[in-house]
C-alpha cells in the first residue's frame, strides 16, 4: 500500500495546530492509522491529540515486539485487534491524566483510527467524534454539529461497556483507495481571487483524485495548488491519512 499524508494549520488558527496523525505497521501485513483533532474549545488541545498519537505509536510498537519475539500472530478478527489497542490506549490516557494532573478541558480530542490487513485486503475503522472517511470513492461524513463526543469524556467509563456501543464504526472488505481526514477538510473557502475561472471540488481532489501518485509530497502539493491556482484554503487545522493499493 501507498501511503500519502499531510497535517496543516488551518488559516483561521495562529498559534498551533491541534490536528496530529499517526501511521506505522503492526506486522508485515497490519497497518494502523489515526488521525486526531483537538477541541479548540478545550485547554491546550494540541498537545492531548499530539499525545494520543504518541501513545498509539508506542502501543503499536509494543505488538509488534511481542508478536516478533513471541513468534506468535494469533488469528483474530480485526475489530478485535482494534479492541485491543483502544483498550491498552485508554488505559495509557489514564495513567497520563493522573501523572500529568491533567484536567477534563486537556483530555478533549477526537479519534479516527484504521486498522487494515493487507493480506486480508480487509479493514475496520472506527470514529468517535468527527471527521470523513471514504473508502474506495464512497466519502462518509461523520458530523455531530460542533459537538464532538471526544475521547476524554469516556476514560472513566467501563470499557468494554464504551466500545461494545460505539455504532461509528465501518468494515472494509477491499482495500483500493481508502483514507481519513478531520473535519478540517470540509472548512475550505475562498481566501484569494483565483488564477483561472475553474471550479474545484478540495475534498474530492484530496480524498479521490490520483494525480501525483507516487510523490510522497503528492496531498501537500495538492493543498497548495488549491490555494495558489483556486484560491481556495482549509480555515480549521487539517489531518489527512490516505492508503492507495
Same mark, same amino acid.
Given at each position: 500500500?501507498?501511503?500519502?499524508?499531510?497535517?496543516q494549520?488551518?488559516?483561521?488558527?495562529?498559534?498551533h495546530?491541534e490536528d496530529y496523525?499517526?501511521f506505522d505497521?503492526?506486522d508485515?501485513n497490519?497497518?494502523?492509522?489515526? &488521525?486526531?483533532?483537538?477541541?479548540t474549545?478545550?485547554k491546550?488541545? #494540541?498537545?492531548i491529540?499530539?499525545?494520543t498519537?504518541?501513545l498509539l505509536r508506542?502501543?503499536c510498537?509494543?505488538? !509488534?515486539y511481542?508478536f516478533?519475539?513471541s513468534?506468535?500472530h494469533p488469528e483474530m478478527?480485526?475489530d478485535d485487534?482494534l479492541k485491543?489497542?483502544?483498550?491498552?490506549l485508554?488505559?495509557e490516557l489514564k495513567?497520563?491524566?493522573?501523572q500529568?494532573q491533567?484536567?477534563r $478541558? $486537556? /483530555?478533549l480530542?477526537t479519534?479516527?483510527?484504521?486498522l487494515?490487513?493487507?493480506?486480508?485486503d480487509?479493514?475496520v475503522v472506527l470514529?468517535?467524534?468527527?471527521?470523513? &472517511? =471514504?473508502? =474506495?470513492g464512497?466519502?462518509i461524513t461523520?458530523d455531530q454539529?460542533n459537538k464532538?463526543?471526544?475521547?476524554g #469524556?469516556h476514560l472513566?467509563?467501563?470499557f468494554?461497556?464504551?466500545?461494545?456501543?460505539? /455504532?461509528?464504526?465501518i468494515?472494509l472488505?477491499?482495500?483500493?483507495?481508502? !483514507?481519513?481526514?478531520?473535519?478540517g477538510? $470540509?472548512?475550505?473557502t475562498? &481566501?484569494?481571487a483565483?488564477?483561472n475561472?475553474?471550479?474545484i471540488?478540495? +475534498?474530492?481532489?484530496?480524498?479521490?483524485?490520483?494525480?501525483?501518485?507516487?510523490n510522497?509530497?503528492?496531498?501537500?502539493?495538492k493543498l497548495?495548488?488549491i490555494e495558489?491556482?483556486f484560491g481556495? =484554503?482549509h480555515?480549521d487545522?487539517l489531518? +489527512?491519512?490516505?492508503?492507495?493499493?
Amino acid at each position: 500500500m501507498e501511503i500519502y499524508t499531510t497535517l496543516q494549520i488551518g488559516a483561521y488558527h495562529v498559534n498551533h495546530c491541534e490536528d496530529y496523525l499517526f501511521f506505522d505497521h503492526i506486522d508485515s501485513n497490519k497497518i494502523i492509522c489515526a &488521525v486526531m483533532d483537538g477541541c479548540t474549545m478545550g485547554k491546550d488541545s #494540541y498537545l492531548i491529540s499530539s499525545l494520543t498519537g504518541k501513545l498509539l505509536r508506542k502501543i503499536c510498537k509494543s505488538l !509488534s515486539y511481542k508478536f516478533f519475539y513471541s513468534k506468535e500472530h494469533p488469528e483474530m478478527p480485526l475489530d478485535d485487534y482494534l479492541k485491543i489497542i483502544l483498550q491498552e490506549l485508554f488505559s495509557e490516557l489514564k495513567i497520563l491524566k493522573n501523572q500529568l494532573q491533567l484536567e477534563r $478541558e $486537556e /483530555l478533549l480530542t477526537t479519534l479516527i483510527i484504521l486498522l487494515a490487513d493487507t493480506s486480508a485486503d480487509k479493514g475496520v475503522v472506527l470514529v468517535v467524534g468527527d471527521g470523513v &472517511v =471514504n473508502i =474506495n470513492g464512497a466519502m462518509i461524513t461523520f458530523d455531530q454539529d460542533n459537538k464532538p463526543d471526544y475521547l476524554g #469524556y469516556h476514560l472513566s467509563e467501563d470499557f468494554d461497556h464504551w466500545y461494545d456501543s460505539q /455504532l461509528q464504526k465501518i468494515f472494509l472488505h477491499e482495500l483500493i483507495d481508502v !483514507s481519513i481526514a478531520t473535519d478540517g477538510i $470540509e472548512t475550505f473557502t475562498r &481566501v484569494a481571487a483565483p488564477e483561472n475561472s475553474e471550479v474545484i471540488n478540495p +475534498v474530492d481532489f484530496l480524498l479521490n483524485d490520483q494525480t501525483g501518485r507516487g510523490n510522497e509530497e503528492m496531498l501537500n502539493r495538492k493543498l497548495k495548488l488549491i490555494e495558489h491556482k483556486f484560491g481556495l =484554503n482549509h480555515t480549521d487545522d487539517l489531518a +489527512v491519512i490516505r492508503m492507495i493499493r
